[in-house]
């Protein structure tokens, strides 16, 4: 489904070029949720956003749907980005558009008819249970709300995959459970494939099938999480490392 090859990115830098994500493959499971975990600055964020080409890689290839966009020109890059939505800390609304404006904007830009457009903002915003707030604008909003649009008008397209990118660093606990309920139901009810870098061991626990463990540009871990008991939620004993902290013993294997 979405498989990254050997994939860098370097940023010029004081010292030079700074390699923020060095070489790394990894394959997303179609229907999984797969968590990148890593401290600030590994590099979590530049791999997420290479995988819709927003940051093109220097090197490697992206092959999403089993297209590589990498080697897309921009029209079909543009088309191929449609089935792969993208979501964002800070929400990134339209402020003085309503909440039906923002979700219906990636419509417009496609050009989708009015008809059209205006049943799929409905079926969006039912979706995240927002159709009471559909004249409502964002700044009448509360966060967890924001998050809401912002997901729906990253389903507009009805996409198969989503990118979150720390998509629950902005709220509080109990809104961050919202919305992660909201994104299982995208996945279990849509089937969509959803990446989510976050920082927050609890989100992977929450939610996640897979982890890929992030350091200094690669990969240094990646393991699954059993779906139906979901193991760590107790404190673990001993280590510090990502894996121990998330799993204990009980339910690891090796991907
Ligand atoms: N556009 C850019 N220009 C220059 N350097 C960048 C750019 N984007 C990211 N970097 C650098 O690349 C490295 C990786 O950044 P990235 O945002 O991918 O990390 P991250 O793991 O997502 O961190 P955080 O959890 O703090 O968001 C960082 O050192 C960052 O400063």
Redesign the pocket.
């Known amino acids: 489904m979405i498989s990254l090859q050997e994939v860098s990115k370097s ?3 004081k010292d030079g070029l ?1 390699a ?2 060095r070489s790394v493959s990894l394959t997303i499971a179609e229907g999984s949720i797969h968590g990148i975990i ?12 290479m995988m819709n080409v927003l ?1 093109p890689p220097d090197q490697g290839s992206v092959i999403v749907n089993g297209q590589d966009l990498t080697r897309l020109p921009e029209s079909g890059l543009r088309l191929a980005r449609r089935s792969i939505g993208m979501v964002f800390q800070q929400f990134h609304l339209l402020h003085n558009r309503s909440v039906s404006g923002n979700v219906s904007v990636p419509l417009e830009l496609a050009g989708i008819d009015k008809k059209l457009r205006k049943e799929r903002v409905l079926e969006c915003l039912r979706f995240v249970g927002l159709e009471e707030k559909v004249g409502q604008y964002p700044a009448r909003l509360s966060g967890g709300q924001k998050q809401r649009v912002a997901i729906a008008r990253a389903l507009a397209h009805r996409p198969n995959v989503l990118l979150c ?2 998509p629950t660093s902005s709220l509080d606990p109990a809104t961050t459970a919202e919305i992660l309920e909201v994104l299982r139901h995208i996945n279990e009810t849509l089937g969509v494939t959803i990446v989510i ?1 976050t ?1 927050e061991m609890e989100v992977v626990r929450e939610i996640c099938d897979y982890v890929s463990v ?1 350091e200094q ?1 690669r990969l240094t871990d990646g393991f699954a999480l059993e779906k139906r008991e979901r193991p760590g939620r107790e404190t673990a004993r001993r280590t510090p490392s990502y894996r121990e902290q998330l799993l204990g013993k009980a339910g690891m294997r090796d991907v």
Not at 38 to 49: D, H, V, Y
């Open positions: 940023y010029p830098s700074f923020a994500v890593g401290p600030s600055g590994a590099g979590k964020s530049t791999l997420l956003r940051e990118d720390e870098v920082h992030m540009g």
